[in-house]
């Protein structure tokens, strides 16, 4: 395998879908951030050149080939960098292993197959991802710093050679530890993870709104920086450190300073471009009025969500374009292909965002049977203090790294249902049983997820009427109602969090649903047909269809919460 092979495979594996080709969405736009980063932080070097280093330098703009070479290391540390962010980028969070577990598990990592070492093997290899961006960090803002900064005078006009090295190593010492700093703290606070804004806004605009930020940011990293290498540089040998006059002391500081903020704000700055360029909407259809928009214009977006690699970047842009089509009025006659006289295509869609709900519910329901199985009332009152609870709590966390994925795929498949009121003119929303199958989906995905929260899913019975005024049996829900009381004490930990924004974005779908439908929903439930026309047969992927037949009504009568 050649070097470029083996870069794009490092690169691209996992974010352009495994789609073929010499160039792919992801790619160009990891082009154009290049690019971009570079005219970006050319024009700050102009800047601070200009405005901050100039008092401190005789010639600024002299055209010497050391500047030339300084130049040209001062990018290659910045692009590293910005390479190096989208190395490590994804769009949603991922598992990774601690330093204990990568300890107790490296024989077994190596020696040892199977489903859990596959999985374990994953998350040393995202750990060692983490490592590697963390000390080509560092090592990018030793390299940085000291091209910014080396051009004043205070250092160019050292006579000694050893003078020179030591103003070299305590210069490039200080821009390590503010890289290495800087690299664990965007580690440590997810900042590699993509985040997709609520509403898209031109390239233009998305970066304005982002400099302020930005500039904030750096302020606070390069002052934390240069206190912290300030104090860790007297643990240099004496000769590394400063020995001039107060006059040079003072000068060295605030050069150091202004050169630490500049290299931060470049990386803040690339940081904000990265996640504005890889999160902007891309459309996966053909021009408006060509033949291919004419005969098949979703069969783009279709092959993308369906042949990707789950999970990637390209998928989750083809998610992201499909439910804006679907919630707003926009490239409405995309939106009118999916309803063609056929029915296929909209199957394929309802097929292509009920999965990651179906697989979701399956997994959140065996996390929560699993750690509610076994355990006693005492136990359970004293959830997060044992070992063996944090680490069930820790996997139902995982659950939600991709909440984003579930949260576009319920908004989908609820807009689609609920436009097919007005917009199927073939009605085959209705013919097909989706309608159904949505609403049983999108009540078992809420009923978990509230379960997770501590809410009681059982029946209470005097207040659950039938049709005819009959009271229907309690259902008791079993260790699920002991899971419900356990979880409900992770309430203001970010689990929780989580689960209260996807259980608000489900409850919203469905009262989108509710709302288009409650003339044909009421005329059913007074006929007493709710439960056959609009809950599953089968038994639902969560709960009973009592369960769901009773949260239904609670939207019915908009009393859901």
Known sequence: MSISAALDRALFKDKDGGGGGPTTIVTERFKSFLIWQVLQSTFLLFIFKTLFFSPFTTNPFTPIFFSF???????????????????????????????????????RLIFVSGGEQSLLRKKVGVSFCFVVFVALCAASGAVAVVCVCWACDVYSSVDSTSNWVADLGNLGFRGFLIGLFYGLHYVYHH?????????QRPPFFSLKMGLPSSIG???RFSAVGYVLSGVLVFFLPTEYRNRGSVGLLI?????????????????????????????????????????AA???????????LEESTPKSLLQYLAYLDLCMVCENNVDTWRRAAFFEETGDTYKRV?????????????????????????????????????PAERLAVSKLSE??????????????????????????????????????????????????????????????????????????ATVNTGRRESTASAMGKIRGSPLYAKAFSLADILRTSIYSIVSAFHGEMMNSEKAGLLEKDWIVSGKPLYGTNELLLHKLRLFLDFQAS
């Open 69 to 107: 070479i300084s130049l040209l290391l001062f990018h290659l540390s910045l692009t590293t960098f910005a390479a190096l962010l989208f190395f490590v980028s994804s769009p949603h969070a991922l598992p990774y292993a601690s330093p204990l577990e990568i300890s107790l598990s490296f024989i």
């Open 191 to 199: 900042r590699w993870v993509l985040r997709f804004p609520i509403v």
């Open 217 to 219: 940011q750096a302020l």
């Open 251 to 291: 000068a060295e500081q605030i050069i150091f300073y202004i050169g630490s903020f500049f290299v931060i704000l470049c990386w803040e700055l690339s940081h904000h471009l990265h996640q504005v360029l890889h999160t902007k909407r891309v459309v996966f259809a053909p021009l408006k009025g060509s033949a």
């Open 294 to 304: 004419e005969t098949n214009p979703s069969e783009s977006l279709l092959a993308t």
């Open 350 to 386: 309802v097929d292509a965002c009920m999965q990651p709900l179906k697989e979701f519910i399956q997994q959140l329901a065996d996390g929560l049977e699993s750690s509610s199985a076994e355990k006693s009332m005492v136990q359970l009152s004293d959830q997060l203090s044992s």
């Open 399 to 472: 659950l939600f790294f991709d909440s984003q994925h579930c949260a576009w795929s319920a908004r989908i498949i609820a807009s689609l249902t609920a436009r097919s009121h007005k917009e199927d003119k073939f009605g085959v929303a209705q013919l097909s049983g989706s309608n159904a199958t949505v609403i049983s989906t999108l009540l078992s995905t809420l009923l978990a997820v509230e379960t997770l929260m501590g809410k009681k899913t059982n029946i209470q019975s005097s207040n659950f009427m039938g049709p005819a005024g009959i009271k229907w």
